[in-house]
């Protein structure tokens, strides 16, 4: 099961007046963690998949908040994919702090894949090669699930 | 149990390229309602929690989504307090569209009572009157669980 | 000269660290003000607009802050189409808030007009119908400038 | 006058459904970029400049936009000090994505200096040392203005 490990800076925007990053933003940093994941792992962007004609639009979404990040912190978020099927793929990030080691969150991401009219599709049958790539990532049980 | 319904419309900013509301604003529609709830059924706005020295940071939040909301949508959030003990409360939220009666999302939140210093406090030691008041309108039940 | 009055409540998400709104989010503001001065005063959502096959992607903002807004405060965006050509339209915003009427901040965002592929049309002769519309309330010495 | 140049990389959550970068991001880049010019620069974080009691707030933003950035674009952000009293800050700003040279926009943010209770202060006086530093950096004929 591969990993990819996302560093970013939270910002002052993504404040809010309890002196905290505001809870949102966390689904924020699982995207761009997301997104890197694709990039590095899969060797695709999501731009790339959107212009193969798939989706993942979201389907479900979690997230624990154990410390609460602040303004300027530098955090990391490991992604993984938990589990796969033909019509739909899910994703575990966890968020630390790089200077104490913080654990700052954990969350899921569920997605299904749909064609650019929002209908779902079998990934397999419609675009075979990425299936196969995001499939030969994932953990190898996932299928069986 | 006492329910809240919180209406509003879905601003351009808030949707993303797929042409949707980006699933991070849920999260936001949901504190609008929590709010409103709290100003409507419990008399006191989050302004005067947080004046009597009390935080209520979030600990978990959790969404599913049915029917993407579009841009200029009018919809409906109906709160409820799902269950509350002496610290901690968690409400759960469902947004439908109104033209439609689409079923947008569901959501629960759930947050920690905290003084200004981020520490937990038991809500019924530190401000007797404020959990009072929280604990009447929860399901009744909830203390049990 | 026609007048759009839209009031709204800020949200806790849009606050910063520094406990006031974030200064970005008036832009926001201005973008909800627009959408309601083409409802209220032309009698088309933007959705409509768009449904037309009319962008109004922004060329220009500005904005000046006078006093910061808090959190929960109900404010007051008084809107007017300062100028408007064939090619483009600015819009002024001001914004007060309601318990104290105190001067929040001005803003002007002007807007080009395009086609679905971005691409600078004559609104006049484009879609004269929306063009008579949006002049018929803009300033009349507009055209002149 | 000394340059910073900030790089990153646009987000899916700030495309809005016209499939670009929605303009109120840019007011978030250019505050991302402003939060690095000190650190680059000046040798000092936002957070050590709110830690010796001043805060920076926005009284007036400025942005042209050019041409739109899009989703997964590289950009980057080249800020400067156009001038500075003590008691005010104006940065300058300018926006190039990476992989064409397109210019994106260009920007203005005006800052006054105030102390924790939002009073202007006089930099010169009450924090010395850091308006050595800000000053040293800045355009050297800002004050005659």
Same mark, same amino acid.
């Given at each position: 099961?591969? $990993?990819?490990? %996302? ?14 990053? &505001? &809870? !949102?933003? *966390? *689904?924020? *940093?699982?995207?761009? /963690? ?5 990039? %590095? @792992? @899969?060797?695709?962007? #999501? ?17 624990? *908040? $154990?410390?609460? /990040?602040? #303004? ?22 966890? @968020?630390?702090?790089? $200077? ?20 779902? @599709? ?13 499939? !030969?990532? /994932?953990?190898?049980? !996932?299928?069986?699930?």
């Amino acid at each position: 099961m591969e $990993k990819c490990i %996302t560093k970013l800076i939270t910002r002052y925007y993504e404040t809010d007046q309890m002196g905290i990053i &505001h &809870h !949102s933003n *966390y *689904y924020r *940093y699982f995207e761009v /963690a997301r997104t890197d994941y694709l990039k %590095t @792992i @899969i060797g695709m962007t #999501y731009k790339d998949v959107e212009n193969i004609g798939v989706r993942m639009p979201l389907t479900e979404t979690h997230c624990k *908040y $154990k410390t609460p /990040a602040l #303004y300027d912190d530098e955090i990391t978020i490991t992604t993984t994919v938990r589990e796969m099927t033909v019509v739909r793929i899910i994703f575990d990030y966890v @968020i630390t702090r790089e $200077k104490d080691g913080a654990f700052i969150a954990e969350g899921v991401t569920a997605h299904a894949f749909t064609n650019t009219e929002n209908r779902p @599709i079998n990934l397999k049958k419609f675009r075979p090669e990425l299936f196969q790539q995001l499939f !030969s990532v /994932a953990n190898t049980d !996932s299928l069986e699930k």
